[in-house]
């Protein structure tokens, strides 16, 4: 079983690769406008995808830990 402190780590750590790949990722979309590459821009798109997933993960863990808590 994991304690509190763990899963706390875990999602901050899932937040800041979340917003990481977010913030990589508008910046290879915006990039890639300029220069007219449709790849880098698909890629990009899926970097910010992939990025809010995880931060919306993040903050649902933190969640189900403070229902499960309460028993």
Known sequence: MANG???N????LLRVLGVL???VGVLGVLASL????????VLGVV??????VLVKRS???G???AVASTR
């Open 9 to 12: 780590v875990g999602g901050l």
């Open 21 to 23: 790949l977010v913030v």
């Open 34 to 41: 300029t220069q007219g590459n449709v790849v880098g821009i």
């Open 47 to 52: 970097l910010v995808v992939g990025g809010a």
């Open 59 to 61: 903050g649902r863990a």
């Open 63 to 65: 969640r189900s830990g």
């Open 5 to 7: 402190q763990v899963k």
